[in-house]
């Protein structure tokens, strides 16, 4: 009789074998070939110039998603906003670089219990390598857990979290803290599965129960600024099913926000300023159109979490 | 003979008795009725719109002054500046409040050890009398001594003291504080013989050895916009003999200044551009010519220092 039984059960175990692990789209409840599209804003809370081209672009409903950098001056300004739309999609750009020269910032936790997150002058290091190399794990854990704390004592409900410049993608000790505290809030983090073959730790954040995206699309300073918007309407065109974020920085080309970019023309004022033309233009409104690309946010994926 | 003695230098006595004490005017070598102006641009680091005006009007010659805070984020653009002009006349505006809402700054030393000058969310209180309420002067000297520190170690040669929104002049242990540090730094501090009557401790820096200046100018929110430019011109007609220190906030009339002073007319970006273009104007440059007026700096002061 068990023989029997388990002769009977086994057509059906092997369809469940072969059946595929279902997608991010499909757990999110869309279509296998859903084409998804989080558009995401870096860099809130660095400039007033970023928090108003950001907030301009968030009100067209084109741009739909963003992080904040909780050490940043701007932060009282982006937070704000936050407290008066408690519905918009607002992560956390945990931060531990501070990459402008003329314009800085430090950690939100006190200096003495984070030396080695910082430069000789009391900053945040230039270059993400150079924080990875100098940064002890145990001071990134206390230093990104404060930034989330003051995030939340201003009245921001994180949905997602990310790493400014990628630091915290840099080494497994870092990713190991940035995977524990994002677990300990329950916030989902920017991780793609399209990056697995990029380092075997990243893996770690990549089981089937974890939430993570497919893929991320960015622009890069290969561009040149003419061919800006059909970059992007390219990339539109050909954008695979499955969720996609991409990842882009706003800022009007002004004075304050070239005086922070000085000499950098990449990611600098003009750059910033024709992402924002860009992704707020009836040009990318009918790409997503043309191509049947459905705006998601942050807030769906963290629905996901258990 | 005792007698006699004492009686044969009397006269001599007397006419030093009577002999008036030497003004910081004649003290710095000038005639007793020369008409000396300090002309001094207050918040330098605060934003890159206020470094960018004072370093233009520190171009024309007629700014001839100003101050720095060290705990604000532009403070890496001005100190270039001061590496780049060791000969400008730049000192340290010694910073315990940070007084705008949507854009924020906290200490140079590390939070846990300055505790009482916070607020609860890690920022100096937004006002001078809240600040001086709850400082503890022996954090106030730990910090000020940090600012001091930082300044050095960015290559910034102060060479002066003042104090942000007068927080240090608010009672007397905190103005002893910035006594004692300015002495051990041997830098001239802002204090106006004027001010005499305003509190008795501020006797402690008017004594005969002591370097200070005879009155600060400063406008006034009672001043409408379109009357600007005679109030100074009239203050400059009727300017009195000695050292005078007019106090003034520059900066641009921009996105990024209106952002920083939102909901803040007084002192706020309209005020600071009336202030950049009156003090970079040729009617300045006549009332100063008009009303023999010679401009004279901080560090002329510092050198009388012992």
């Known amino acids: 009789m068990l023989a029997v039984a388990v002769l009977a059960l086994l057509p059906f175990v092997q369809v469940r074998g072969q059946e595929p692990t279902k997608t991010i789209a ?3 409840g869309y279509p296998r070939d859903a084409k998804l599209l989080i558009v995401h804003a870096d860099d809130l809370g660095v400039a007033h110039s970023v928090n108003a081209a950001t907030i301009k672009a968030f009100e067209t409903g084109l741009v739909n998603s963003g992080s904040i950098m909780t050490p940043c001056p701007w932060l009282p300004e982006i937070a704000a906003y936050a407290r008066a739309n408690p519905q918009a999609d607002l992560g956390l750009h945990l931060t531990l670089t501070s990459e402008w020269t003329s314009f800085r910032w430090g950690p939100v936790s006190p200096k003495d ?5 910082l430069d000789k002058d009391g900053y945040f290091y230039l270059t993400e390598s150079d924080a990875a190399a100098k940064a002890d794990p145990k001071q990134v854990e206390l230093e990104i857990t404060a930034q989330i704390e003051r995030a939340r004592a201003l009245g ?37 599965k399209a990056w697995a073959g990029r380092a075997d730790y990243l893996s770690l954040a990549l089981n089937p129960d974890d939430v993570y995206i497919d893929r991320v699309l960015d622009i890069n300073p290969t561009v040149a600024p003419q061919d800006w918007a059909k970059f992007y309407t390219d990339a539109l065109k050909k954008l695979e099913p499955g969720v996609t974020e991409v990842v882009i920085h706003l800022a009007h080309d002004d004075a304050e926000m070239q005086g922070v970019t000085v000499n950098h023309p990449d990611w600098g004022a003009s750059w910033r300023q024709r992402d924002f033309e860009f992704f707020t233009s009836d040009a990318f409104r009918k790409a997503l159109q043309e191509n049947q690309i459905k705006l998601i946010t942050w807030r769906e994926l963290g629905k996901l979490i258990k």
């Open 26 to 28: 499909e757990r999110l």
């Open 113 to 117: 219990r984070v030396a080695s997150l």
């Open 156 to 192: 921001i409900q994180p949905t997602h979290l990310d790493s400014h410049m990628g630091t915290l993608y840099q080494n497994r000790a870092l990713f190991e803290v940035f995977l524990r505290v994002a677990r300990s809030q329950k916030l989902p983090v920017r991780v793609a």
